[in-house]
């Protein structure tokens, strides 16, 4: 979950729910019928209480937990708003991305926004040219 300040992206960190000390990107288990895309928006609905719109993938990781191997989709996904119900008992933290590397707890997630970093920063770049588009015209 992205959202610009001017031309600087901010992105969504949640805490975990086991443990609430550890700084996660918002992800959860993928309901019957239901598309990895379509999950990561419900996900950042519960866990972020905001909403948004898929722009593209960040990235895929795998890991194992109780035996069984995990595999987690990840979207870049724009903001879009809140969410009419509080997140789901978690903090939230909105970081620049640099800063959001530093706080996650896990390398998979650090990998997974290091590589998407390029994707959202050429977003940002649009989003800012489109704001100066807007305030340009609203000025005339």
């Not at 031309?7 to 960190?13: G, I, Q």
């Not at 309901?31 to 609905?45: G, H, K, M, N, Y």
């Not at 990998?111 to 704001?131: F, G, N």
Request: charge should be neutral; include cysteine.
């Amino acid at each position: 979950m992205v959202r610009y300040d001017g031309d600087r992206p901010r992105v969504l960190l949640v805490t975990a729910r086991a443990r609430r000390k550890r700084w996660v990107l918002p992800k959860g288990t993928v309901e019957d019928r239901e598309l990895p895309a379509a999950t990561a928006l419900r996900e950042v609905e519960e866990e972020g209480g905001v909403t948004g719109t898929v722009v593209g993938p960040a990235g895929t990781t795998e890991y194992r937990t109780n035996g069984e191997r995990v595999r987690v989709d990840y979207f870049i996904i724009e903001h879009t708003g809140r969410h009419e119900h509080e997140p789901e008992g978690r903090e939230i933290e909105w970081c620049a991305i640099e800063d959001a590397i530093a706080m996650l707890s896990f390398a998979s997630a650090r990998r997974i926004l290091l590589e998407a970093h390029p994707q959202i920063m050429e977003r940002a770049e649009q989003h800012a040219a489109r704001r100066g588009a807007r305030s340009t015209r609203s000025t005339r």
